[in-house]
Each structure stands twice: as structure tokens, then as C-alpha cells.
């Protein structure tokens, strides 16, 4: 869960009477409760219009200041958003990645103040992983788009195994990517598999799902989706759940001349993901788990999206390949939704 969601939470825990009030004294162990220090605590209180001695405070007016700029202790927060790009075979060569690179450093350099808390993570193929570890800035990450078998001791021609990767330096596998799973026929069953190698390696996991537009058309997007979320992550423990985002991309929404799925279906979609973690893992597993949105996002849309209550980051295809595209859809994570 977002800080500024966990904040109101806690203070409506208090407020079981749904007046919209909260003693100073209840908002006080309700900001304790999220584990800040006394320090957070005061200048989180006096934000909120606590004085010594004051009757009861407003929520809603802590969290139109929140909405207007205010900004959480990191305490709060479970975890940070998350863009991640993946380049698919958008660059093909080590000179124009070396200059792209150059221009996702510099323009990281130049926004990185404004971007708030966003973990950014760029998804090249295999061969370029190595050059780009050592090449990008050490404050973003680096990502494979696949891994094959992280068993111990198989050796298969043309494998690269999560062991591999994570020598390399990579912290992000993307798995289940429609067209791995649509061209190159992976199954949720695979995929399973390769999630929980990569996890056992350490490797985080980037799990993407997504509907085609005629299972839509059927009337059974959430029943695949949830198919595809819990088959892959069925041998997933509870306390690896912050090391897996779930990305929703909608197959039909990806690629040049798509239209993106809509805010509120987006919203609907992730609540269902995000309720299916929760029944099948458990709360904090559920709210650990970023949920990301994919398919034709980019610095002009990101923004609708960014707000939604359930959608903690994006991976973005073509947006990726652009470094001003890229930090400018990171600018619209934990910013004040626009009025
Ligand atoms: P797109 O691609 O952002 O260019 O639509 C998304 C993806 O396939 O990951």
C-alpha cells in the first residue's frame, strides 16, 4: 500500500464512528502504529493541524494538504513505485546503447530531485545486460527480459540461468511477457517454474499477465488473469511477495495504433489482482506486491494512472526508448493527482 494510503487507513482505524474526527491523542498512536519516529510523528501531527492542547482534527483537511504537496516519511511506505522499460530488441546495437544509456544518466541526474520515490529499471536483452550494469547509474537497476532454468547444475545449450543474471547485476527478471507467451507458447505452468528459480536465486520478479482481446470479448478477462496470476505464483511464500510485481497488460493494448485499457477498468482489474493476493497469501503479501500497468502508457497518459488507488507503477515498451518519455512517465508517480 501507497504511504499516503496507509496514513489515512491508520487514521480512519481510529474513526469508528465515521465522523471525519480523530482525537490528537488517537492520531498520534495511529502515525506510532506505522512505525515513524517521535520526530516524524510531531512534524506528521502538526501537518495535520495538531496543537498543544487541541480538540479533535479534521482527516480531511491532513489529507487535502498530502493532496496538495505534503510529503510522507519513507517509514510509511512498504515499498517504492516502479517503472521499468523494456526494450524488447529496440536497440540492436552497443554504440546506440551506449549513447542512450549516456542520455537515460544525464537526464536521471538532471529529474532525479523531482521524481520522488520511484524504482526505475531498464530491461535490455541479455547480451547488453553486462555493458549496461556497469554503465548505467547505480540508483536505477538493471533487468533481464527472460531466464530460462535457475536449477543448480543444468546445463543446456544457449541457457542463461538466473545464477547468470544475478552475477551480471541484475536484480529484475520480466517473465511471462504476452509475446513470450503467445509466440514463443510459454505456459503458465513454465512460468511457474521459472518464478520460483529466479526467486530461490535472488532475482526479483517482474510477472506480466494479460488478457487477448477475444478472451475479453468472452466476458472472461478476470477469470484468465487470475488463472495466470495464481498458476505462476502458486508455490510463491507469503514473505517473497515483496519481490514480485505483477504487471497487467492487456495484449490487446500493447504496441503502435493500440488504445490503452481505460483508467477504470485498469482500476477494476488490479483490485481483483490485488484481492486475490490477499486471499490466497494474505494482506501484507497483497500489500508488498506492486501492481503495474502496461500496454501503451506513455508521457501523456501516464498521469490518469499514476493516481489510481491500485496502481503502484508501469512497464512501458516504446515510452522506454526515449529517456525524456521514460523520466517523464516516472514524474507522474507520487505526485499529487491533478484536479
Ligand atoms: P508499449 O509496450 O508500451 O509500447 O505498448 C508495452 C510492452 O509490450 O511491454
Redesign the pocket.
Known sequence: MRGRERVIAAFKSWDTKNTGLISQEHLAAALKSLDLTQGEVDSLMSAAGAEPNGGPIEYARFVDWLDSGGSIPNACKEYKFFV?A?W?CGLEDVIEVDEFIGKINEKWMAKRESLGDVEVCVFPPYVFLDRIRRKLNREMQVGSQNAWDAASGFKCTGVVSAAMLKSVGCKWV?LG???RRNVLGETNELLAEKVKRCLDSGLCVNL?IGETLAVREAGNAINTLLEQLTTATASVPADDWGRIAV?Y?PVW????G?T?CSPEETQRVHSALRACISERAGEPAAKKCRLLY?????EKNASQYASLPDVDG???????LDADKLMAVCQTLGQPAAQ
Open positions: 521499468g523494456n524488447k520480466l511477457h504476452s509475446d506480466t504487471a497488460e493494448a500493447i504496441g503502435e493500440a490503452p502496461t500496454g501503451s502508457v506513455n508501469f512497464v512501458v515498451g516504446r515510452a522506454g
